[in-house]
């Protein structure tokens, strides 16, 4: 329950272009002239940087040592091949598997001391949690730490955006364009699939289980998930409401999916087994799927995942 109380309060709440030419340009030695040698190097650094609090932030040559504040921030850094170089991350943490064995600094109160003795070049804050934090934030600035903030991604857009802000700041520029690249031909090929859906199915996602029920409403990713697929969510709210139980069994979805099998034993069975619920179409043909609640909400690489496991569950058939 601990778990999934953070969790709910969490949600609610180039490659450097090293371009290094070195220009060697020499007219023919005349007698007594010495050679003349010219010599042009590009580097990606110093960067300058407009973060998502709209703070230039300048970082002057590439970090060697990195803080991540949230666990996405962490999942893009690894992603784009920085995994070495983070040496602190945050309590929530748990992906990759090498996050166990990184210093931990902290869970929304992160410990300012702890990151300052581990010495990083730059710390991965994020917006989402910038405005309280902004006085530990100020205080890792005033140790000559440079903080850069992250964007509050609300749409795959936005999380390209944040992938390419993490590899503009740290010398991973080509891999950031890389690893957007490749996404969005993922989704692309999801969405062409998707459109041989003939038809739509009805869709609850359950975040939390009875009695606290709480769901993915619209404009959450798990709504955009839903719609790429051409699946319809049956929440009309927006965000993340609590929704009492009647209020499911009326919408009588045909799929139920929950979100916090990796928390709580047996989640799919014991909501097929929930009482008043035997005659909602998702229970009755046994139309309940678990998926891993940190690739359909955590704003990084592993979204994608989250899509194919989403449409694999809603519509085998087309998804197999």
Not at 48 to 77: C, F, G, K, M, R
Request: charged share 30%.
């Amino acid at each position: 329950m601990k778990k999934w109380y953070l969790f709910l309060v969490s949600i609610l709440l180039s490659a450097g272009i090293l371009a290094g030419c070195g220009n060697d340009t020499a007219e023919p030695k005349k007698d007594g002239e010495e050679k003349v040698e010219e010599s042009t190097e590009t580097s990606a650094f110093p960067v300058t940087l407009t973060d998502a609090a709209d703070q230039e932030v300048v970082i002057e040559e590439e970090p060697e040592a990195i803080v991540s504040l949230i666990p996405s921030n962490t999942e893009i850094a690894f992603e784009l091949g920085l995994g070495e170089k983070v040496v602190g991350v945050s309590d929530f943490d748990n992906y990759p598997e090498e996050v166990a064995d990184i210093e931990k600094i902290g869970g929304q109160e992160f410990n300012v001391e702890a990151i300052i003795a581990l010495n990083p070049d730059v710390v991965l804050a994020h917006n989402s949690g910038a405005h309280n934090s902004t006085e530990g934030l100020d205080q890792l600035r005033d140790a000559g730490i440079t903080v850069l903030i992250v964007n509050d991604a609300q749409n795959f857009e936005e999380v390209y955006d944040s992938i390419e802000m993490i590899g503009k700041a740290t010398g991973a520029t080509e891999e950031a364009n890389q690893t957007v690249e490749e996404m969005k031909t993922r989704l692309a090929e999801i969405e062409e699939k998707a459109k041989s859906v003939e038809e739509k199915k009805t869709v609850f996602v359950e975040i939390s289980a009875a009695p606290s029920l709480y769901t993915a409403g619209q404009k959450t990713f798990i709504d955009d998930m839903l719609n790429l697929i051409q699946a319809e969510n049956v929440i009309e709210e927006e965000g993340w409401p609590q929704i009492d139980e009647e209020a499911v069994i009326e919408k009588n979805p045909d799929v139920i999916i929950t979100t916090y099998g990796y928390y709580t034993e047996n989640a799919v069975e014991t909501l097929l087994s929930r009482e008043g619920w035997q005659d909602v179409t998702a229970v009755k043909e046994k139309q309940v799927y678990d998926v891993h609640s940190d690739k359909v909400t955590r704003t990084g690489p592993r979204l994608v995942e989250g899509v194919e496991e989403l449409a694999k569950a809603i519509y085998p058939e087309v998804f197999k």
